[in-house]
T-cell receptor, first 113, second 109 residues
Framework: DSGVTQTPKHLITATGQRVTLRCSPR?????VYWYQQSLDQGLQFLIHYYNGEERAKGNILERFSAQQFPDLHSELNLSSLELGDSALYFC????????????FGPGTRLTVT | GENVEQHPSTLSVQEGDSAVIKCTYS??????FPWYKQELGKGPQLIIDIRSNVGEKKDQRIAVTLNKTAKHFSLHITETQPEDSAVYFC????????FGTGTSLTVIP
């Protein structure tokens, strides 16, 4: 158990809908990262927040957005969902900006039908 | 930006043999090189990392080597066991964080 929690574990929704994925980092970690992992693909970095502020952006679509709240939990919002958005979404956290030492949550499996 | 290439994409070894996974990177500013193991249905887990000023690091059956001049680093697993079967990702971090494309390792009992 990494100490990072993600909810929900599974999510099934229809095209065009909007969903919110939630992540709680390890106690004391200030950084939160979001990744997308599609079938047979690697980990695609989406976005990094540090202590409430956006620190880096990866291949995140304009339909996707994220934020980190004062209590350090983070939410990833996915809107106008398409079939291709079906994937595993992982959240990770790290102490400060120790990017090389990330602790991953169990993931949220999103299925868009 | 950084480009991290990882080979092979799949690897099968007999139990007890060694496994080697190789990665190359392009950004000279990269200074940490972690390796992650992802078991089926789980998130990736950090198993070992190496700093750019170190050539080799060992932790029991796992070792990582780094050739900073050639910009490549490798993961070595000795005396492989069935529980080593997983997908392994290398990564490089400096100004930004980049994952390799992953290697699916199967250890055959």
């Amino acid at each position: 158990d990494s100490g990072v929690t993600q909810t929900p574990k599974h999510l099934i929704t229809a095209t065009g809908q909007r969903v919110t994925l939630r992540c709680s980092p390890r106690s004391g970690d200030l950084s939160v990262y979001w990744y997308q992992q599609s079938l047979d693909q690697g980990l695609q970095f989406l976005i990094h927040y540090y202590n409430g502020e956006e620190r880096a952006k990866g291949n995140i679509l304009e339909r996707f957005s994220a934020q980190q709240f004062p209590d350090l939990h983070s939410e990833l919002n996915l809107s106008s969902l398409e079939l291709g958005d079906s994937a595993l979404y992982f959240c990770a956290s790290s102490v400060g900006n120790r990017e090389h030492e990330q602790y991953f949550g169990p993931g949220t499996r999103l299925t868009v039908t | 930006g950084e480009n991290v290439e990882q080979h092979p994409s799949t690897l099968s070894v007999q139990e007890g043999d060694s496994a080697v996974i190789k990665c190359t990177y392009s950004d000279s500013a990269s200074n940490y090189f972690p390796w992650y193991k992802q078991e089926l249905g789980k998130g990736p887990q950090l198993i070992i990392d190496i700093r750019s000023n170190v050539g080799e690091k060992k932790d029991q059956r796992i070792a990582v080597t780094l050739n900073k001049t050639a910009k490549h680093f490798s993961l070595h697993i000795t005396e492989t066991q069935p529980e080593d079967s997983a997908v392994y990702f290398c990564a490089a971090t400096g100004n930004q964080f980049y994952f390799g494309t992953g290697t699916s390792l199967t250890v055959i009992p």
